[in-house]
């Protein structure tokens, strides 16, 4: 069965095909943070309650990388995106089963769980990423088709 490659940031259901992503949210003032928290981002309280998050969100912003950072094992060009949570935060991931100039700011974005293929932990480890709302997983594996 699949294992997060974050645990902090993305929960897997029990059949690891999906997934919700987690944060935490502020009890005294309500902003809601992506991931590991001690104290809230507004505020500074430390009164935090976990929380997970839809898988839906807006995409924000977005940039094509056609030089990857050194270890980078996924294919060039790839798409990163910052969508935008209804809850507030933003969360920054590759954006899969998009054609590229189809993408636009302000469109639906949804919480995609994809195998991450050679990775040093192993075979079996999965990563969040986004992909346009409604577009059903490829069979490529959840890459960009360019």
């Not at 987690?22 to 929380?51: I, K, R, W, Y």
């Not at 839906?56 to 094509?64: C, D, E, K, Q, W």
């Not at 920054?92 to 932990?121: F, N, Q, T, W, Y």
Request: net charge negative; glycine share 14%.
């Amino acid at each position: 069965m699949p294992t997060s490659i974050d645990l902090q940031r993305l929960k897997l259901s029990d059949d690891g095909l999906s997934g919700a992503l987690v944060g935490f949210q502020c009890l005294e003032c309500g902003v809601c943070v992506f991931g590991p928290a001690t104290f809230c981002q507004s505020c500074t309280s430390d009164n935090l309650s976990p929380m997970e998050f839809g898988g839906r969100g807006m995409l924000f912003s977005y940039t094509v990388v056609r030089v990857p950072p050194s270890g980078w094992t996924g294919p060039v060009p790839y798409v990163l995106g910052e969508v935008e949570l209804p809850e507030g935060p933003h969360v920054l991931a590759e954006v899969v089963d998009a054609d590229i100039p189809s993408l636009r700011v302000g469109m639906g974005m949804e919480l995609a769980v994809a195998p991450v293929p050679e990775h040093p932990k192993g075979d079996g480890m999965s990563a969040y990423k986004w992909r346009p709302a409604g577009v059903s997983q490829s069979a490529k594996g959840g890459r960009i088709p360019l």
